[in-house]
């Protein structure tokens, strides 16, 4: 379990190694970052799944053929396309296009798979 802890300009120092110390000591993992949209998470990760998706919608491989070489080549526990659909493509669409729209950063821009599945899930919210 990781907590991101955001350090405001004005935190007091002694503030935050307190709400270190708690997290801690309640079996949490403590990372420190700068009040900056997306934080480390968002930051790293979202351009590695828009990537992922325009690559896809590239025909570059299928999606299980991206997710097995991330798994197998990279050691990681899951795929990216793995862990977009998880996470919701509407979803990814809303994170990756406010942390765009805040940084001006291309590598954020929604990928068009995620529009699309963002344009219909709004369509199915409105009854159509």
């Known amino acids: 379990n990781l907590i991101e802890l955001v350090r405001q300009p004005a935190s007091d120092p002694?503030?935050?190694?307190t709400a270190i110390a708690l997290f801690e000591a309640a079996g949490f993992a403590v990372v420190v970052c700068a009040d900056q949209p997306g934080r480390i998470i968002d930051r790293l990760v979202r351009p590695k799944y828009n990537a992922a998706l325009r690559f896809l919608d590239e025909g570059?491989?299928?999606?299980?053929?991206?997710?097995?070489?991330?798994?197998?080549?990279?050691g990681y526990p899951d795929g990216p396309i793995e862990r977009v659909e998880r996470g919701g493509l509407a979803r990814h669409h809303d994170v990756s296009k406010a942390i765009f729209e805040m940084t001006g950063h291309l590598s954020y821009m929604p990928a068009r798979r995620a529009v699309v599945a963002k344009t219909r899930a709004g369509a199915r919210e409105d009854g159509q």
Do not use: F
């Open 14 to 17: 002694a503030a935050i190694e």
């Open 60 to 74: 570059l491989a299928s999606a299980e053929a991206m997710d097995m070489t991330c798994r197998m080549g990279l």
